[in-house]
């Protein structure tokens, strides 16, 4: 399953808010904000999610566990949290634009321009008071009136409101961004020119912003990344470009589908081809034989039960590929998983199959793919030994289509709820604790078991378009996938791998 995730944390890092280019930003952004998106009678699905009481509930416990952290890093007083919690909703309800710049992670600057009312602008300005202990010292900057609190340990922060407009930001790395988005609203009204039929628009820097992702991220190989999202009927539509620094040698041999073993009902279906080439794995990873992100693969979810989840990928021969995969991978990844969760690989060659051992509730396990000669299979449960064919429209996404790196297809509600299930097993240390509190577990767990009710189909595709650049294309009701949904939400509640 490892390179499932891997290829949805892309994906997921590519979902994040970014926006219009900045001057020395590894991070920009413009966004319509979520009221826009509740003021869309077309995103049925979408807006129900966000009217959820479930979904309120979390997004104010996401917002005050954020509002946490940076208080810690601001180190702000012990009431900062409520004081910063709404200042942090507005910024995502309104329209807004920024830049963050990431060139020193002890002191990472940012600029914000959020649209707001002069009531608002006065509530963040007696909030940020009290957050930090003193009103402030006055100053001016393009002819506004703005505060300034100084701190020696984590710079200076800063507010401007102008013309229906609040300025925040901190330190001065980004003294242009303040300076354009000032004498835009001088002569404009408006920081930036405002998005026609797009929600958002934004550009990330992964090698600028390494210091501030987590380690996961840090599998993909940094690259430019330019965002849109749009909404659609009753779904997001996202486009992205990633531009990496120099052309990527990629393997595309044409696909070897292994019709025979996917079956309905489906309600998944992904296939990638040679992902490694747009990955940082380290060596013992890359170098195996029978290696899925080196060669080709395909997967998919059945509907029957949960997790009846399976993958296979193409080898030269079932038997041979089999035996030394499990002599080249236990070593390497044996001392990982008994760290990780006490778990570990066994390898029964009787019946020449390599099982993860000791997880709770399923058994992985890897063998010849049979009655495929050819093909090695991953199942979490055995595979229905009946079952009707995939539909031919199917294979037909990926036949004829020669730059396609990665395609995946799923229903996103049935996905969330076994990506969720996986999340507490696979994770699971047995004696130890994890960040999460018990009222994060419960919002959490309550949210995501309301959504794997009724949300549709979510389809991304990947191409490759030049030798340095990939293409992104994903629609789907929410913008985001099953897995990305349930890594988001571990995050904000500090769950899962850190």
Known sequence: MRM????????????????????????????????????????????????????????????????????????????????????????????????????????????????MDSQKSKAWQEALAKAFGSPGEQFTAEQFTGRRWDKASSGPFWIIPAHGWLLAGRGEKLASVQSQYLKEINRHGRPVVALAGIWLEGDLDLNALASFLPDWVKLLKPGKIHIRAAPGADKLEVNATVIYPSAISWNSKPWKLPKELVQNPLVSFTAGRDLAAFLQINPPFSNFDANPLTNQFCAWAIGQMPLQTYMTWPVSNATNAMTNLAAELRPVVNPILKNLNGTQLLWQPERERLVWSNLRVVAPEIQPARPLKDYLLLSLFPRPPFGKPAPEDLWRQLEGGGNVVYYDWEMTGARLQEWRLLSGMLWFRPGKHNNESDSGLAVKYELLGELGNGIGKTVTEITRTAPNELSIVRQGPLGLTGLEIVLLSDWLTAAGPQ
């Open 4 to 115: 499932i995730v891997v290829i949805s944390v892309f994906l997921f890092t590519a979902m994040l808010p970014m926006g219009t280019r900045g001057e020395s930003a590894a991070a920009s952004w413009h966004c319509s904000g979520i009221a826009a998106l509740e003021a869309d009678t077309n995103l049925t699905s979408l807006n129900k999610v966000l009217a959820s009481p479930k979904s309120i509930a979390f997004r104010e416990f996401a917002l005050d566990r954020l509002s946490g952290l940076l208080s810690q890093a601001w180190r702000l007083g012990p009431h900062s949290v409520s004081l910063l919690s709404p200042l942090l909703a507005d910024s995502l309800n309104n329209e807004s634009c920024a830049a963050f710049s990431a060139e020193d992670p002890a002191k990472a600057g940012f600029v914000l321009a959020v649209r």
